[in-house]
């Protein structure tokens, strides 16, 4: 699998600039490096947080849902930890007989 390169905000913005301006995503690929198909996805997604198309989701959302997602999963962790210290003290407190071993 090809290793994905980062470019810098300034750069993609010069480049949809560049769309916007009239030239073509195809033409603009040939001259720099990024594809034409990341061109047209960086265009997608200006287009999609200025509001000019309404499907898809926005930078903003997408980083919210990415911070959400790892705050979910910390919470799940957390859970999973307080409930083994729950039952833990359960046991060391008698309010909960110990597992038997005799079945």
Same mark, same amino acid.
């Given at each position: 699998?090809?290793?994905?390169?980062?470019?810098?905000?300034?750069? !993609?913005? %010069? /480049? /949809? @600039?560049?769309?916007?301006?009239? =030239?073509?995503?195809?033409?603009?690929?040939?001259?720099?490096?990024?594809?034409? %198909?990341? &061109? !047209?996805?960086?265009?997608? %997604?200006?287009?999609? @947080?200025?509001?000019?198309?309404?499907?898809?989701?926005?930078?903003?959302?997408?980083? +919210?849902? %990415?911070?959400? =997602?790892?705050? /979910?999963?910390?919470?799940?962790? +957390? =859970? +999973? &930890?307080?409930?083994?210290?729950?039952?833990?003290?359960? =046991?060391?407190? @008698?309010? &909960?007989?110990?597992?038997?071993?005799?079945?």
């Amino acid at each position: 699998m090809a290793k994905r390169r980062s470019y810098p905000q300034e750069f !993609r913005q %010069q /480049i /949809i @600039d560049l769309v916007r301006a009239g =030239r073509s995503p195809k033409e603009l690929a040939g001259e720099f490096e990024p594809s034409e %198909q990341t &061109i !047209r996805n960086w265009v997608a %997604q200006a287009d999609r @947080d200025s509001g000019r198309r309404s499907e898809g989701l926005t930078t903003q959302d997408k980083e +919210e849902l %990415q911070r959400l =997602r790892r705050e /979910i999963k910390q919470l799940r962790v +957390e =859970r +999973e &930890i307080l409930a083994k210290a729950a039952a833990w003290f359960a =046991r060391e407190t @008698d309010a &909960i007989p110990p597992k038997s071993t005799h079945s």
